[in-house]
């Protein structure tokens, strides 16, 4: 297996700009694992796959306004500062750009405190201790950060949140619960699709590709997640009784996917902690029945997981139907459902 083996040509055409409106009007493709066949929806539509019993399980992380604007103290050159995760009240591993940002070099958030480079990290990475807590000014300071390869998006930040979340905490959106309205959770609970809520806080290391040559090399980085007793019990039920558990998102796959590997007497057992669970071909599920999910970049991991979960062959050639017929790709693109 090969990093190669995973990638493919995208030309930025296909990389959506804007999210569809209303959130359920965008397309759905549906693939069918077991038969390898492929039906082209609307994801309001996605009722008619799901049935009574089945649950629905759901990441509830919000993304905070984590993009940061700062200049360097005393001489004033520019920098930026992107928040990945908190270490302590006023310590983050963050993304820096500018130059010379090294340890023991003081910035000024822009709307903001102070704040001191502590530590080398590599590459962009840096340890960064602010003044005060930096969660205060977030109204003032902070900046939704969106991915690099959507431009000068000037819409609704709110859009680049899940119509359910609640706890912050991530760097970036669990992008296939984007297509979910309000309207449409009530109607899928009312035809018996119960909903399971998980947290894992999304870090920008799962969206980055993968650049050594064999991808079982590569090091995926830790993020934070739980799965507590309301949502196991949920799913041991659902399970129990012949129901389907449907993750919505590769981040819902690798929360129920940890769980499960914690899990010793095969029922889900609550369970939260740092996770760095890798999905790659031939990983054995052990929880996850059928997934939602988007169109993913080339050479990432989140192609590689959804690759294990229904064929390299087949999502790969899902992705070329999916152009030809000019789905929209990425975290404002169009969504897959994998049966």
Not at 23 to 37: N, T, Y
Not at 98 to 116: C, D, F, S, T, Y
Not at 320 to 328: D, N, S
Request: net charge negative.
């Amino acid at each position: 297996m090969q990093t190669e083996d995973f990638n493919y040509e995208l030309g930025a055409e296909f990389i959506a700009q804007t999210p569809a409106e209303p959130r359920d009007h965008s397309r759905l493709m549906v693939l069918d694992r077991a038969r390898g066949q492929i039906e082209h929806r609307h994801f309001y539509e996605i009722g008619d796959y799901l049935h009574p019993g089945d649950v629905l399980v759901i990441n509830r992380t919000r993304v905070i306004p984590a993009r940061l604007f700062a200049h360097k103290l005393p001489g004033g050159g520019r920098a930026e500062v992107l928040l990945l995760r908190q270490q302590q009240t006023d310590t983050w591993q963050c993304l820096v750009g500018g130059k010379n940002l090294k340890p023991g070099v003081r910035i000024q958030i822009e709307g903001g405190p102070a704040a001191q480079i502590l530590e080398n990290l590599g590459e962009s990475r840096r340890l960064v201790r602010f003044d005060e807590p930096i969660e205060r000014y977030f109204a003032s300071a902070g900046h939704t950060p969106l991915p690099p390869y959507i431009h000068d998006y000037q819409g609704d930040p709110e859009r680049y949140q899940t119509v359910f979340n609640k706890i912050p905490g991530s760097a970036a959106a669990p992008t296939a619960g984007l297509h979910f309205t309000t309207d449409l959770l009530e109607n899928l609970r009312a035809n018996g699709v119960a909903l399971a809520e998980i947290t894992l806080h999304v870090g920008l290391d799962t969206f980055a590709p993968v650049t050594e040559d064999n991808p079982a090399e590569h090091h995926i980085h830790q993020e934070w997640c739980e799965l507590d007793s309301t949502a196991a019990d949920l799913i041991n039920g659902a399970k129990a009784r012949g129901g389907r558990v449907v993750a919505v998102g590769t981040t819902s796959v690798r929360t129920l996917e940890s769980a499960a590997k914690n899990s010793p007497n095969g029922s889900l057992q609550p369970w939260s902690g740092e996770t760095g669970l890798y999905i790659l071909p031939g990983f054995q599920f052990g929880c996850v029945d059928a997934l939602i999910t988007n169109f993913h970049l080339p050479k990432s991991t989140l192609l590689m997981l959804v690759s294990a979960f229904a064929g390299r062959d087949q999502i790969l050639n899902a992705y070329e139907i999916a152009k030809t017929h000019g789905y929209r790709f990425y975290s404002f693109g169009d969504a897959m459902l994998i049966l």
